[in-house]
Antibody, heavy 119, light 107 residues
Framework: QVQLVQSGAEVKKPGASVKVSCKASGYTFTGYYMHWVRQAPGQGLEWMGWINPNSGGTNYAQKFQGRVTMTRDTSINTAYMELSRLRSDDTAMYYC????????????WGQGTLVTVSS | EIVMTQSPATLSVSPGERATLSCRASQSVRSNLAWYQQTPGQAPRLLIYGASTRATGIPARFSGSGSGIEFTLTISSLQSEDFAVYYCQLYDNWPLTFGQGTKVEIK
């Protein structure tokens, strides 16, 4: 079965960077886009972008352009999301989500990684 | 950027009753709309894509309809596990925008 296991919670200071990992299993890693979605405490969902694990191609939401980098390591079936120049309003749960029957739909989700930005 | 507006913000329903949730787009998204369910402390779960196609393993009591700018998610007979927050999401354009969510609570 499809499983996405994310790295553990992080606490960062403003201005720092964070890199979250998402290890995939149960399917062909290079066959499906990997999306990243975040959710601030008590708030709704915000799509950040996707990476095509086959080509490495990416598409980022304009809001995060210049601050986010999505990469992958196909040798270990793992996707990464790095967010730089962190601010307090970046405090959120960050989810990886594999595409479903359609590449732009988030069909399977990781458990989430809480990133807290605090001085 | 297309704005997705969900209504109502909160819906109070008794178990076994029908729930109807709405999602409106600021411009046409054709049928490129998905619905997700999120229970407290859990990751979202895909329910519907293509406006009306149930995702794998989703019970038949969940149904989606609509196209263009008006969409509806219907839960025909609410079960205890259906009390959650529901989000619509467009995937017809960038960015892939979510609505603000509708909370379905026990009446």
């Amino acid at each position: 079965q499809v499983q996405l296991v994310q790295s553990g919670a992080e606490v960062k200071k403003p201005g720092a960077s964070v890199k979250v990992s998402c290890k995939a299993s149960g399917y062909t890693f290079t066959g499906y886009y990997m999306h990243w979605v975040r959710q601030a405490p008590g708030q709704g969902l915000e799509w950040m972008g996707w990476i095509n694990p086959n080509s490495g191609g990416t598409n980022y939401a304009q809001k995060f352009q210049g601050r986010v980098t999505m990469t992958r390591d196909t040798s270990i079936n793992t996707a990464y999301m790095e967010l730089s120049r962190l601010r307090s309003d970046d405090t959120a749960m960050y989810y990886c989500a594999r595409s479903g029957e359609q590449q732009l739909v988030q069909g399977y989700w990781g458990q989430g990684t809480l990133v807290t930005v605090s001085s | 950027e297309i704005v997705m507006t969900q209504s109502p913000a909160t819906l109070s329903v008794s178990p076994g009753e029908r729930a109807t949730l709405s999602c409106r787009a600021s411009q046409s998204v054709r049928s490129n709309l998905a619905w997700y369910q999120q229970t407290p402390g859990q990751a979202p779960r895909l329910l519907i894509y293509g406006a009306s196609t149930r995702a794998t393993g989703i019970p038949a009591r969940f149904s989606g309809s609509g196209s263009g700018i008006e969409f509806t998610l219907t839960i025909s007979s609410l079960q205890s596990e259906d009390f959650a927050v529901y989000y619509c999401q467009l995937y017809d354009n960038w960015p892939l925008t979510f609505g603000q969510g509708t909370k379905v609570e026990i009446k």
